[in-house]
C-alpha cells in the first residue's frame, strides 16, 4: 500500500459524459501528479500539483482540468468524454516540486461507451 | 522529441535465474532515473532510483547500472522469483521549460517461469 487514495477504482460512462476522479496524497507530501495509461500510449504525465499550485503540465488535453484543494487532495476533471480517453488514470505524490520518487495509487479505470 | 523507451518488450526468465531488463534515454542532461514494477491491476510501484553522478547502485536483490556515455539504463533482478513477475518501466527525468518531469519508457513485460 502506497499510502496514495484513489476513487473511484471503476468508472464507466457515455461519449460525451463529464466525470471526476478523485486522489489523495501519502499523509505529508505536497505534490500530486496525473497520469494516464492506456496499451497504445504506455504511462503518460499529465499534469503536476504543489502545494495548490500547478507546477507543471505534460500531455493533458484541454477536454481535461484539475486542481489541488487546500487539504492537498486533487481531482482531475474529464469532459466532453470521447471512447479515446478509455484508461487507468493514476494519482501520484512526492513530498517536494522537483522530480523525486514518486508514490502511485491504485488508478481509476475510466471505460467510455 | 524526449524519449525513454525499452529494447525488449518481453523478458522470459526461470524461477532462481538473474533478470536484466534495459532501458535507453535520449536526453543526455536527464541526471535521475527511477524503476517502477506495476502488476497487473496495480498503480506502478517504486522500486529503485539512481542520479547521475552515480553509475551503479544496489537495493535488496536489485541493481540499476547507469551508463551515461551510451545513455543507457539496466535493471538486474537477482535470483529471480515469481512474484517479480510484473511490467518493469524505466522513468528519466526531462526538463520542460521552468519545469522538470518524468517521462516513461513503454514497459517490459517480466514472465518468471516456475
Known amino acids: 500500500d502506497s499510502g496514495v487514495t484513489q476513487t473511484p477504482k471503476h468508472l464507466i460512462t457515455a461519449t460525451g459524459q463529464r466525470v471526476t476522479l478523485r486522489c489523495s496524497p501519502r499523509s505529508g507530501d505536497l505534490s500530486v501528479y496525473w497520469y494516464q495509461q492506456s496499451l497504445d500510449q504506455g504511462l503518460q504525465f499529465l499534469i503536476q500539483?504543489?502545494?495548490?499550485?500547478?507546477?507543471a503540465k505534460g500531455n493533458i488535453l484541454e477536454r481535461f482540468s484539475a486542481q489541488q484543494f487546500p487539504d492537498l487532495h486533487s481531482e482531475l476533471n474529464l469532459s466532453s468524454l470521447e471512447l479515446g480517453d478509455s484508461a487507468l488514470y493514476f494519482c501520484a505524490s512526492s513530498v517536494g516540486p522537483s522530480i523525486d520518487t514518486q508514490y502511485f495509487g491504485p488508478g481509476t479505470r475510466l471505460t467510455v461507451l | 522529441g524526449e524519449s525513454v523507451g525499452l529494447h525488449l518488450p518481453t523478458l522470459s526468465v526461470q524461477e532462481g535465474d538473474n533478470s536484466i531488463i534495459n532501458c535507453a534515454y535520449s536526453?543526455?542532461?536527464?541526471?535521475?532515473f527511477i524503476w517502477y514494477k506495476q502488476e497487473s491491476g496495480k498503480g506502478p510501484q517504486f522500486i529503485i532510483d539512481i542520479r547521475s553522478n552515480m553509475d551503479k547502485r544496489q537495493g535488496q536483490r536489485v541493481t540499476v547500472l547507469l551508463n551515461k556515455t551510451v545513455k543507457h539504463l539496466s535493471l538486474q533482478i537477482a535470483a529471480t522469483q515469481p512474484g517479480d513477475s510484473a511490467v518493469y518501466f524505466c522513468a528519466g527525468e526531462t526538463y520542460g521549460g521552468a519545469t522538470n518531469k518524468l517521462i516513461f519508457g513503454t514497459g517490459t513485460l517480466l514472465a518468471v517461469q516456475p
Open positions: 536526453n543526455s542532461a536527464s541526471d535521475y
Open positions: 500539483y504543489y502545494n495548490g499550485e500547478e507546477r
